[in-house]
Structure formats: C-alpha cells, structure tokens
C-alpha cells in the first residue's frame, strides 16, 4: 500500500516528528511506502514535486522545526471541484490509496469535505500553534510556544523590576487566548489579556497600579487578538508611513501607548512573532506528535478513514475530523477566571 | 482560618509554584492565613519553626526549583500513633484548621491516613518527578525532568555520531520508566528499557548492532530501576573500593560493559542524576501546579478532605488521596510497545 | 572603610555578579564595609534610600539578572556643580571613601569627572548590552544579548524556509552593530546590517534574491540604528495613530516593507526588544562580571582611584575610566568585511 | 587550488562552524575546490572516504555539533616515516596543494611535525573542549562546555538547597581544570578543585561546613582530573564487579564518599560526561569557530603554512602551529587564587 504525506497551514514545532513516526512505523510494521507531497495542498493540486519517504529520508529530522515537505495555505475547493478533480488524479497517478493530512483547522477542513464528500481516504492530524482546535486535549507547537514566550516573560521581569516599568509581551493567538493564558501563568505574568474577552482598559491600569504599589513592576501578557471593550480601536490604528505603506501596530503598541497615557508609567512593547512557532520542538510536543503519528498510521491500517488523532489525557483517540474543525476551542470562561487571582 | 501548608519527598520543580498560587488564592478569595511548616511532616512532629505565608512572602518564588518550605523523607506514622498526637497539638497550637500537602507516594500516603483514621483535615496535592502516581494524568516535576533529559540525548547524538560509538544516558525512575519512556520518545533514543519490562542484554545488543549497520550510532536510555531478563546482576554490583566503601555500580554503567563485550563497539555512559530535578520549572509544570494549588484551595474552602487534586485531561478534578497512593503508576505494556517500533 | 556601590543605565544581566563579587571579596580579604545606593546616581543625590551588603544580602544573587540596587538615567553632572555638592554630602553621611561605579558611557562619564575634576574617588566597571565602550575587550551584558539573539535566528530559520519567506531581525545597536555582527555571524544570517555602514536596499534585496535561488529562504539581522544609504527614511517614518500617539516604526519594519515591495517575496519582522537584556547572564558574562567586581575592589585598596577595570584578551586591567568613555567603540570595518562573504 | 580538510580528536561543538566558513570563503572569495577527508588522520592514511565540500554541502552544519567530517584518534605518525608516505600519496592522488587540519593537541603536533619536517602544506585550527592549548586565548567548544556545565550547577543548587545536601559535580578536565574554574565561578561553586593544584580533603570539608553554617548548601565542582593531596587514591580505586569488569570510579564519587565520611553530611555525585562536548555550540562557539575558518583560508592564500590561528583578544593572529603544542595551558595559580574568595 502506498500512503501519502502532506502538512499545511503555518509552520508548527513537530511536524517533521509525525512524519517521521508515521513512516517509521508504516514501513516497519505494515510494509507500507510513503509518497510526500510537497506544500500542502498546492502539491497535490500541482503534482509539481513529490518526496519518497523511507525511513532513511526520516533519519535526524525528529528534533528539527519546520516541515521537510513545505507547507501552503492553498484550498484546493476554492475554485470548486475542478480540485478535488485534480487531487484525484495525482493520488491516481502515484498510486496512492491513502493520504494522513497534518494541519489545523482549514488544511483538516479540506481533508474533512474530501473524505466526507468525495470518499478520498483521508486521516487527520490535528496541529496547531494556537491549540484552538476542538477535540483534542493539546496539538503540538503548542507547548513549544509557550515554552518560548514563557522563557522571553521570565527575562522581561528582571528588566521590568530594574527600571520599574510596565512591559506588554503581545503573543501568538489571533482568535483564542491559550498561549496567552499559559505562558501568561506559567510567567507570573500581571494582566492576560485574551481575545475571547474584550478588556477595558482602565481596570488593567487598575492592575498595573495596585502592582507599583507592591513595588514590583508589572508585565501584561496580550494575545495578538485580544481587543479593547471600548470599540475596535486596534483595527483602525492604520496609517501611512513615508513611503505609503499601510501600517498596522499591534495591539501591543497600542495598549503600552494607552497605559503610559493613562497611568504616567512608562511602558515598553516586545512582539515575539514568529520567534515562537519556529526551531526544536519540546519534548511535550515531539513526545505527542510522535504519537500522532503512529496512531495515524494505525487508523490508515484500520481503514478509518475521516478520522482524526487526538489527544484525550494520556491517550491517542480518533475522532471525526469535521468534530474537530465544527467551532474554534477558545478559552472558557472560568478557566480564565482561574487566571485573575493574579492579576494586580 | 489557617490553613497550614508542607512539602514532602524528594525535591521537585514546581513546589514553589504550589504554594505561591495556594496563598495567594486563599488569601484573596477567601480570606486565609497561611503557615508553612519546614521540613514536611518533620515540621510538624517537632513544630521547630514555622513560616507566615502572606502574598509578600510568596513573590517571585513561581520559577525558583526546590522549596521554600525545605523538605524531608520523615514518616511520622513510623513510630505509632504517638506522632498522630504532637501533630494535632502542633496544629492545635498553631490554629490550623485545615492542611495541604505537597508530596508523592509517601507524604500523601500519611496524608490519607490522618485524613482516613484521625480526621485530620488535609488536603493533597500530587508531586512526583517520576510520574508514577495513581489517579492523575501527570504530577508535576515531570514535564521537567524529561526536557532535560531530551536536551541532554540530544546533545549525545552529535558525541555518539562524530564517533560511532554507543552512548548509554541512564535516567531516573526506580520503580516505573515515565521519565525513560517520554525522554526516549523524544529524544530519538534507538533503545528504551525500563523497570516494568526486564530486558534481554542480547536483544539490546541486537538493536545497537542494527543500528550501526545504517551508519548511525545508537542512544540507550535506561531508567535507573530497569534490570536485565538473566538475573539481579546489577543489585549484587556492590564492590569495595580502596577505602571500603560499598561502591554500587548503577545499570547504565553495567550495561555499557556488557554492550562493550558483546558487540565489541565503545560505549560510554551519561548518569543525569540530580540534574533531572532541579532548577526552574518547565511552562507546563509551572501550569500544572499554579492549577493544582488553586484547586486545593477551593478544596479546603468546600471543606471537601481527604482527597487529592488532579489532572484529567485538562481539568482538575479531586480524587480520594488513598486513590493515588494505592498502586504505583507504571508504565502500561502497550504504550511500551508503541515506542519499539523506534529501536534498533 | 566603608566602600560604596552604584549601578546606572539600562539593565544589563551580570550587574549582581559584580556587585556580589566586589562585596565578598571586599569584606572577607579586606574587612571592607559595603553601602548600596539605590538607582543609580540618583540614590546619591536624593540619598532616599540606602542597603547595607554584607556576605548575606549578596548571597543567591550571581544567576539573577537586573540589579539589586535598582538603576536610572540620571545624570547628577546635568544641573551643574550643585550635584557634585549633594554627592559629596551623602558620602560624607555614610562614612564612604570609595565608589565603585557599574554603568556605561553616560555613568562612567560622570564617574570620570567626578574623580578627575572633583576628587572623588571612583573605580569604574564598564557594562552596556551594546558592547561599544572603548578600552576594554568585551563588557558583561553582550554575551548574553549575543546568546538570545542567535537563539531566536537559530529558530526563525526554520520558519523561513518552511513558508520560503524574508524573516526580518531587529536587534539592539542603536550606535554600534556589535550584537547584530556577532548575533549575524553566529546564527548564519544571510544580510547583517549595522549603524556603522549605511545600506543599500537594492544590494540587501540582491542577497535576498540570491539566497532564494539555492532555494534557501534568507535570515536579515539588522542593528536598530542601522540607516538606509539612501537618506535618513526610518526617521521620518513617524505617524500619528487613531490616538494621536506619534508612532516610529523601527527599521525592520519599514525594511521588510521595502523588501516585498521591490522583491514581491513575503517578508516578516522580529523584534527582539528587552528581552535581550534580562535574565540570567550567560556563564561568559558571569564569569567577566564576577571578575570585574573582584578586580575593582582591588583597584580601590590600592588606592587607584579614577580607573576602569576592563577585559584585554583573558587579562582583567585598570585603564583611566575617561580612556573608555571619550569615543564609542564600533564595529571596525575590516572585521564587518569578514562577514560578507556569508551574505547571499 | 585544492584544500584538503580533517578533523581530528574529541569531538567538539563548532567543528561543522569551521569546516562551513572555510569552504565559503575559500570558494567565494578564492575559487578554491575543497576536499574533506574522513575520521581525522586515518582519513589521509587510508584514503578510504573523501567529502567533496562545496558551498551547497556545507549549508545548515552551522549550528550543528559533532563533525561531518567524522574523527578519530590515529596517529599517522605513530608507526614511523611510513604514515608521512601514505599521507603524501593521498594527498597528491586528490590534487590536494594545501590542508587545513582541526583539532586539539595531538592532531596539531601531527600537523607541525608534517609541516617543518616534511614540508606538508598545514594550517592548523586549535580545537578543545579543555581550553588547555596555549598560543589561543580561548579554543571553541570551550564555551559551550562552560554553559551546559553552568546550567547543570544552576539546577543542583535548588536540590542541594532542599535537602541541605552536598553536590559534588565533576566535569571535564583531565590535566587542565578551564572548564571547572569557568563553570564554578558562574555558577556560584562553594568549592572548586583542579588537576593543577592537589586538593587536601579536610581543607574541603572545612568550606563545607562553613558554608552549612551560613545555612546554605555546599556545591563542589570537581576536574575529573584533580587529585587529593595524600597520594593518588583514585587512580588505585579500581575494582572488579560481580562481572569482573575493572571499574574506577571518578574523583567525583570518591570524594563524595570522602565528605560524607568525615563530615556526616549526605552528599551525592553528578557526572556530566559526554553531555558537555555535544549539541549545538554556543553563540560565541560558532562566532570564535567561523572566525577561525576564515582565517585559516586566508593563511592558506597567503602560504602561511605551519601556523595556526588563534584568539588574542578580540583579533584572530597566527602563531606557529609548536608554539601551541609544546606545552599544555593550564589555569595559573593567581587565576585560580582569584576563584578562593567565594569557598565556604
């Protein structure tokens, strides 16, 4: 049997882990070959380039980041069926009679319609920095970005306390606070600010304040999307600069801005960016996404087909992909709630 | 009301965190006191000195490793119930009403026991950096231990290649392979053993010798308690050294002979050791037991004792203490498995 | 004799190394008595706040980083001779007939009138992140910055590659390219930038378009001072927000919008900000910190007043404080020559 | 022309640095063809594997420890005049006009005996993780081992903290005690021992308890190759296990035994090993290491041969390669004097 490989999306920490799992296992104890297709889906739209995948191809990329087969945020059914036309005959075409896809939510998406829709033999692998995918307790990436973020809080507070300044630590997250919430715990951090709730700006100078008065100085960790309850004022902070280009300031700025206004403290932003999804994933996340990938493998074997691995407490699960690409997982409330004791 | 708070066992990454979130829940929400005793039940049994935990005392500690409260292995149940007794009047004399204690196996085992016979109010929060307690996904310490010791295996791969030689990277856990396993997993280990599963020396050689074959050069990791099929060769390794001591070689170091002799290949040994435990803990442990000291609190405040906070999933749930300290949590055989198709 | 201690400027990690090495070896080999000023040369105009250093306050300190004393920007020199009055009042207070002064060009600088025009007698010990201080090999703090630096390139290169996109690095340097070099060469940038050398945008985007042809995605490191040949175009990239706030976008920004623009690749920009000054120093940094201070305390029992101690290759010695301060030290051409053979 | 390329010795993060810089510069800026021979000097005996290193080969080993090269410990010059012939050969079969050799003492005394008595074209690159070869301030790996060695003490202070124990860490250094000095005084040593000074037993239990006695626990770093005052008891600490494996136990754990012995304090050993030569090679690793490579293809250009490249400072100078191998660099008497005040 001959199982194809692709990973989308934005580059995650223990992509090349799965790979190299899946392989190693399909090879050695199902005989399986292992086609990869390169860049996501735009591969398999294209057929522009494929990689033989044997276990000696997989040797060593354990611990390195990023992917070995490219990613893309192509959607193949954006132009309609004429895609999954294509992708029919390119897995023709390499005799591939099954494909474990490893994405978040809009590459499982498209492995979701395809598999269900169309009867492509599909498995998923759930990643994503964010860990905002349903179903699944934790996706890989995740840890390693907090990790990072935690590690980048840590050094920040000994800079805080030396000059007695506010520091704004805007991390990953456009649409769910966890790495904020996490590394935010994990850091000591003074406010978290996520964007399943909008925060009013006062009530986090109230905590940057009641914080001073201990003689500490404050760090507030902001997830890129969080927004201010008092309108979308982040939004609209695009300007011009000198040569024309719209300008966007992150959140970040714009709240040390509001807090140095607001309370007469000074305040500095440190954007992490990509910084945090990028170089050698944790052990938490090779550990998991290694055994993602062996579990892919075995769903493949078993013909589940439209399924998904993931992460229920210590076991490796299969779900329905679309139950894991249905709604975000954002925050719930008294989680965050958990968090506010801290806060001030 | 006074809440009285320990630390028990072996040092641990994240104690710290525990107490500091425990106070600082308590203290806000609900309007505790708290005081530490030194020592663990050490503390107690001889009331030697004590420590007001207010919000200040506890700032800062939440990335610090050990204990602030210090730690001890004494069983005050060792010599009857006559320790039953100077703990209540310690407790007494203190006005603590209520007791959370931070410990595995043998500090929570106590634990259930003044709880279960004497009624005494306590509370447990689970720690162990072997991961091998009953009724909780993960402990704390845990997540740590294995980051440094995959950093570590990743580090040896380059030594073990630019040389072609077998390296030998022996981990703690005495009584279950957690720490092997996950490390193992991680670090791209080419052999794994560990104390559930007694291996066989020739199988190992067998594997190493595999490996050499593809041109690569093998990791082992073994867990301190791991002993081979053919006997309890290792525990009879005590030897006198030139001043009469009692010298115990550990299994990594016996087995590295034994792999030297047998396939004729160098090898050498790395014992992490102590190295394991301490330091700054890992984000995810630093979570676990922010989490985990905010739980026993509400535990106390619903006056619900004799149980122990846990992790499922990602909730943390209350368990029985007796629950988790009735067997030890040891690695299941076909999670084992899951990891052999790696070897060789 | 009672000796006194200061820390100014930014923070910068190895300021507690310094001052728990003068005071250990100050007061076991000397009988020394240690005063901290707080803040900097604020603390000896206000005389608000002083701590006695003994072996006990400087114990635990070494792996931390910040400043136990606190720090500012003060320039006691700004208003005149009033404030020589005020310092030599407090002095006088406290008994102290020595000053060891831990700063950089704008604290030394006081520290070399100070001693030179007033008589009061300073020993310097030379610190900036930015490494530009004259008459000493290396200053503490750098190798730190260095370290973070290559840390966070040695993770967006696998991003880069992943999605084949610019990654863009600002890095500290607003006068001297000595983290951007060093960071540069150690995480195999493919364009360095630094303030010393006005770039050409075509030129850097010629590298860019080469890297990209060996179908490598290329790593930018850019000084935050660095300034395009082209005229002064960063500066003026001031904007006005939707509050009103001036906002200055920072050289990577408005270079990686000038990359797409004229190479239509994606481009993303890291800035790295103050996480790169805190935190634990480095084992270089503490080990140059810690013999800095112990150097400077002998520098004060011989008397030799209006020195600086400095690095020259593995030797600690005393130069005058004004030989250090009088020019920056910047990245000399010849040595930002050997590292274009790696650009492209 | 053709460079030919070797690494030799211990392995050693920065030699894939090296290796990377000299084949860039050389084929940028020269056009120079490079050749890489296999495992060190068995490599140019056998002429049994040669690397063709063009740009392309060498791109990623950058931050990569161990070398791609391979390495052993053969002594071309052990049997005679008659390895001076293979070399030769191998050497004129591959066009091979000029060979730049990496590595520690050995391979470099190989190098300059072949360069003055045989007029073999070498230019040497000093290499070890000891930092024992004079004529360089520092040589690569050096750093790095310092670092993870450093880290290592940081984590044994708070497990040494929580139990009041003694930790005994012994590091590399089996005739130069660099890494010990180095890594003790950053990490805050209570003790440091090196082979360069013999130790007396009961001088080391008196800081021991000193430091008890401030309520601290102590922590000892060990050169593996220190020795105590009253003879050479380690080296006749072999003894036979239930194998009848000859086993020596370190300095570490011997001087562990001893402490507990004369002191009554618990005391426990960590052997950091292998760990310390491996992995990525710190910032100023890979800095000092490309630095190195460029300049050695520069001394080749110029026809510099017999010498070597080495630090002073902050400049790469080149000295004759016997300058560097006649005698082992040990840490001087005052430097270690310097280290004294923090014992106890």
Tied chains: 1, 2, 3, 4.
């Excluded at 000696?56 to 354990?62: D, E, K, T």
């Excluded at 714009?254 to 954007?271: C, F, H, P, Q």
Aim: charged share 25%.
């Amino acid at each position: 049997m001959r199982v194809g490989l692709l990973t989308g999306g934005g580059d995650c920490p223990g992509l090349n882990a799965v790979i190299r799992a899946a392989v190693r296992k399909g090879v050695r104890d199902y005989g399986y070959a292992f086609v990869g297709f390169r860049d996501g889906w735009r591969g398999l739209l294209d057929d522009h380039r494929t990689t033989a995948l044997d276990i000696a191809a997989v040797r060593g990329i354990l611990p390195r980041g990023g992917t070995i087969l490219g990613s893309s945020r192509t959607n193949p059914l954006a132009e309609g069926e004429e895609g999954v036309c294509l992708i029919e005959a390119t897995l023709a075409r390499h005799g591939v009679e099954a494909l474990v896809v490893i994405g978040g939510e809009d590459t499982l998406g498209v492995a979701a319609r395809l598999s269900g829709e169309y009867g492509i033999p599909c498995v998923g692998v759930p990643k994503t920095i964010d860990n905002d995918l349903s179903a699944t307790d934790y996706t890989f990436g995740f840890d390693t970005a907090v990790s990072i973020a935690t590690e980048a809080i840590d050094r920040l507070h000994t800079t805080a306390e030396s000059h007695m300044r506010v520091l704004v630590v805007e991390v990953m997250g456009r649409h769910s606070g966890w790495i904020a919430l996490h590394a935010g715990l994990a850091g000591g951090a003074n406010v978290i600010l996520v964007p399943e709730r909008r925060f009013d700006v006062d009530e986090v100078c109230g905590w940057i304040t009641s914080r001073f008065r201990s003689s500490y100085a404050p760090i507030v960790v902001v997830a890129e999307g969080a927004m201010p309850r008092d309108g979308d004022l982040v939004l609209k902070d695009g300007t011009l600069d000198s040569f024309g280009h719209v300008r966007l300031s992150g959140v970040g700025e714009w709240l040390a801005a509001e807090i140095e206004r607001r309370t007469g403290k000074e305040a500095r932003t440190t954007v992490l960016g990509h910084v945090q999804r990028g170089g050698t994933p944790s052990a938490f996340d090779r550990w998991l996404a290694t055994r993602f990938g062996l579990h892919a493998v075995d769903a493949v074997r078993d013909g589940d087909f439209g399924t998904m691995v993931a992460l229920r407490g210590t076991d490796i699960v299969r779900v329905p992909i679309g139950e894991a690409t249905a709604r975000l997982k954002t925050v719930p409330p008294e989680m965050y709630a958990e968090a506010e004791v801290f806060f001030g």
